[in-house]
């Protein structure tokens, strides 16, 4: 009898493993085409010229959008991602990037939102933060998801009511 409980168990336990699992998947549009992407900014902005070409993940805060001839470049404030390619909400921005995504992108709709992207590096370039002259990694986006942030809103229990009178009465319906 507890032999079988304990097969029972970890069952239950592989199952829940199992359907865990199948939750963090990262989203097709950012996958990309190599099976881990590089998703380390400083490490890539300490030796940029060693990760041209190399296929990168990044995700965080559209500061801005500049629509160009042809493309769109997102400037992007970078955080940590989750397992499913997420920007992690509540993170330090790890630093800047502009990503490069071909055809029109209206700014009002991105703009001050979470998003992902995943292409190639292409190198590094001058621009401004503020008056502040900085550095920004540059990628050509081949694929973009923009993330949508939901609040869940609890509301607490109600009290009892009877069906058949008005207001919950002192004793219960023993």
Do not use: H
Request: glycine share 10%; with cysteine; proline share 8%.
């Amino acid at each position: 009898m507890a032999g079988q409980k304990r097969v029972v168990r970890r069952l239950v336990a592989a199952a829940v493993v199992a359907a865990l699992s199948g939750c963090a998947s990262v989203p097709d549009a950012i996958k990309g085409t190599t099976p881990t992407p590089q998703q380390d900014l400083v490490r890539v902005m300490n030796a940029p010229q060693l990760y041209v070409g190399q296929e990168a993940r990044f995700g965080g805060k559209v500061v801005s959008v500049q629509n160009q001839q042809g493309k769109t470049r997102l400037e992007i404030a970078t955080v940590q991602l989750d397992d499913a390619a997420r920007p992690e909400l509540g993170e330090a921005s790890r630093g800047r990037i502009f990503a490069d995504v071909n055809g029109f992108i209206d700014p009002v709709d991105f703009r001050g939102q979470l998003v992902t992207v995943v292409g190639p590096i292409v190198g590094v370039v001058d621009g401004k933060v503020g008056n502040t002259p900085y550095k920004f990694m540059l990628m050509n986006a081949t694929g973009y998801k923009r993330w949508n942030v939901v609040q869940q809103v609890v509301m607490p229990p109600q009290p009892m009511m009877d069906p058949w009178m008005f207001g919950p009465r002192p004793w219960g319906y023993g």
